[in-house]
């Protein structure tokens, strides 16, 4: 995502934009088996606290994208996406699935 700020032609733009997106799609078989480990016989509230999470996230991103566009340019949005995007991949360096959230 943070490429695609970088280049001057909108194809390759465009293409890095859909290859990272499409990329933290491999993401759900982790996420989802990490839900199972850290979440045990609870692993339901673990994931619908994941999911809801996730839908918070999904009702003001356009807004903030909307916002961010006017305000500055194109890169802002990609950029807040590429470190977003960071963040949950250091993110997970934090996890540890052995430990369960629930006892």
């Known amino acids: 995502m943070l490429f695609a700020t970088m280049t001057k032609q909108p194809t390759l733009a465009a293409w890095l934009v859909a290859i990272s997106v499409a990329a933290s799609m491999f993401t759900l078989g982790a996420a989802w088996g990490t839900v199972i480990d850290i979440g045990g016989d609870h692993a339901g509230v673990v994931g619908a606290t994941m999911n809801t ?3 918070i996230g999904s009702i003001f991103s356009p807004l903030l994208v909307i916002w961010l566009q006017k ?33």
């Open 71 to 103: 305000n500055y340019d194109w890169n802002a949005p990609l950029l807040t996406i590429g470190s977003l995007y960071l963040m949950g991949a250091v993110a997970w360096i934090f996890i540890n699935p052995n430990r369960k959230v629930f006892a």
């Open 53 to 55: 999470s996730g839908q």
